[in-house]
């Protein structure tokens, strides 16, 4: 299957730091509204189909809770490439209240996915009965593991680290709960491989930004 990367560019000020789960509810909204209008229901795009993957929106943290947008800032989103076109055209010039911050997409472009040896996740997911940051990491790893086995990707994974050095744990909010996972490196990835990651991700959430993988080559707020 071949995926395409959709990138908009925006118009607006701030974003909530923590806003994964608000941007994919404004975006399902447009689809909701969208597909009363147009009957979309018969197209392709059926309320986010698993196969479409989101990205979080860098930004310049103020470290309150907010970050400001800047020239980098994009949304960005990759699906099978029958359906870009449709989300293309979807999204462009929508206006996004991602809590009470206001955004409006503009400038969308296409792009093909370009492979890397090693990849990052900002943040990767996975569903743990429990979290004990001291046993979590074994867990999180060989969940890692057996999620790259079933995508048939030799690549090994390593948990990624922060600037202070320490183990790099990250968090995401749904409604009242805080999921806990943690920033992910892939390495020794070959062409193939390395595609195919950035189109299928790791983990959960993906519709929230969890899970995505882009060349460490990108800078990443």
């Known amino acids: 299957m071949n995926f395409l990367e959709i990138q908009f560019a925006l118009r607006g000020k701030t974003l909530p730091a923590d806003h994964g789960y608000a941007l994919y509810s404004a975006l399902k909204n447009i689809v909701s509204e969208e597909s009363k209008k147009k009957d979309l229901n018969n197209t392709d795009i059926q309320n986010f189909p698993p196969e479409v993957i989101l990205s979080s929106i860098p930004g310049v943290p103020d470290r309150k809770g907010l970050i400001y947008l800047n020239r980098s800032s994009r949304l960005r989103l990759r699906c099978p490439s029958e359906q870009a076109q449709q989300w293309y055209r979807l999204f462009q010039n929508q206006v996004l209240d991602i809590r009470g911050n206001l955004i409006r997409l503009v400038q969308p472009r296409l792009c093909l996915l370009e492979p890397s040896e090693i990849l990052k996740a900002r943040l990767v997911t996975f569903k743990f009965e429990k979290w004990d940051i001291h046993e979590a990491p074994v867990y999180f790893l060989e969940s ?39 920033g992910v490196v892939v390495e020794n990835l070959n062409e193939e491989d390395s595609i195919k990651l950035q189109c299928y991700g790791l983990g959960g959430r993906k519709h929230f930004g969890c899970g995505w993988f882009y060349p460490c080559s990108e800078v990443q707020a």
């Not at 999620?147 to 009242?176: P, Y």
């Open 144 to 182: 890692c593991k057996k999620a790259l086995l079933r995508l048939e990707i030799s690549g090994k994974a390593f948990i990624d680290s922060n600037s202070d050095g320490d183990l790099a744990v990250r968090s995401l909010r749904i409604k009242q709960k805080n999921v806990m996972g943690f």
